[in-house]
């Protein structure tokens, strides 16, 4: 069976390509989709990339969240299926209450670009399962409104849920709240950070590892993480 993950475009979008190209690394098929489109030609999964949508005129992800496509892709999420977004995606999922809390301005007011260290505290979900709670991991960041925020008590329930899927580690590169770097929904389809996995999938291209320079590949388990969700449901 051929695993086929959707990448919906916006107006705005930056890392769509970026995305097919990580869900063709990884073994499935991408499957480009447009944002003022109601059809999702059959995917199996869903990623939401990271941009400007609509020029974030509004609010990050706010317009996007009422674009077209999204009415399809809320009722799949909602029916299960595995949706990832990525920094504007992530925005677009908040804004969309996929998940919840919101995402502000950066704490310092800078856009902020570099590789950004995370733990796995989360490998449950259908993107994260590759993983192993407690894996250290290194993905590149950028963004200028990626502090997440959220009241105490719900700040409390995705703790005590274990919905945190990653947190900041060495420093907190936007003032997130308790370094919170992405969440998971209850059901763990639905995932949502600030990083983008999709630039950490092909050695030369990573971050710089230890070892050597840009190869850093810890972004592909997501997808192959996402594959492996959709061949169990089989």
């Not at 505290?121 to 993905?139: K, L, P, R």
Request: include cysteine.
């Amino acid at each position: 069976m051929s695993v086929r993950i959707g990448v919906v475009t916006f107006p705005g979008s930056l890392d769509d390509r970026d995305a097919q190209r990580a869900v063709r690394l990884a073994g499935a098929e991408p499957v480009a989709l447009w944002h003022a489109d109601h059809e999702l030609q059959g995917v199996d999964a869903i990623v939401l990339p990271g941009g400007f949508s609509y020029g974030d005129y509004l609010r990050c992800g706010a317009i996007a969240a009422h674009a077209p496509i999204m009415s399809e892709v809320i009722d799949a999420a909602n029916a299960g299926m595995p949706v990832l977004g990525i920094c504007n995606g992530f925005q677009i999922l908040v804004e969309a209450q996929l998940l919840p809390g919101g995402l502000i301005r950066n704490d310092h007011g800078d856009f902020v670009c570099r590789d950004q260290r995370l733990r796995v505290e989360n490998a449950s979900t259908a993107w994260t399962s590759a993983f192993e709670v407690g894996d250290e991991i290194t993905i590149p960041l950028k963004n200028g409104e990626g502090g997440y925020i959220a009241t105490e008590e719900t700040l409390d329930r995705l703790e005590g849920e274990g919905l945190v899927a990653f947190r900041y580690l060495d420093a907190n590169p936007n003032g997130s709240l308790r370094d919170i770097a992405g969440l998971t929904n209850e059901r763990g389809n639905v995932v949502g950070l600030m990083p983008h996995p999709e630039h950490a999938t092909e050695p030369g291209f990573g971050p710089d590892m230890p070892d050597a320079m840009r190869s850093g590949v810890d972004g592909l388990k997501f997808f192959q993480s996402a594959i492996d969700a959709v061949l169990a449901r089989v």
